[in-house]
């Protein structure tokens, strides 16, 4: 019986922190937490892709750049394919480290439309 109480006390732990912490949406552009908004080398001022590979591979961290902030972002392997990209990612902020839920690119078309 002791088990029992044990594994639903766990249980509803698990829940409860999971219902605590509702994730949000940031919109930006993945770059790496070296150069961050300061590397932008194309003509329309976004993160220069072979630029943002370069300083990941050298140890710097994926991060997105969202208004004039930079934050780190873990699992790393779910960054690196985006990497100078526009994407919406979804997840929880801690200690300036966004953990993805979910990252989708979003299309050229779209982001034009939302800076006008």
Request: aromatic fraction near 8%; proline fraction near 4%; hydrophobic fraction near 40%.
């Amino acid at each position: 019986m002791d088990a029992r109480v044990t594994i639903m006390f766990l249980l509803a732990a698990v829940f409860y922190s999971d219902v605590q912490t509702p994730a949000k949406a940031w919109d930006g552009f993945i770059t790496d937490t070296h150069c961050g908004i300061h590397c932008q080398r194309t003509a329309a001022m976004t993160p220069d892709r072979a630029c943002v590979r370069l300083c990941a591979r050298k140890g710097s961290k994926y991060g997105i750049w969202y208004e004039n902030h930079v934050y780190a972002l873990e699992p790393q392997s779910k960054a690196s394919q985006y990497a100078a990209m526009k994407v919406r990612i979804v997840g929880n902020l801690s200690n300036d480290v966004i953990t993805i839920r979910s990252i989708t690119p979003i299309p050229a078309i779209a982001a034009a439309e939302t800076q006008q």
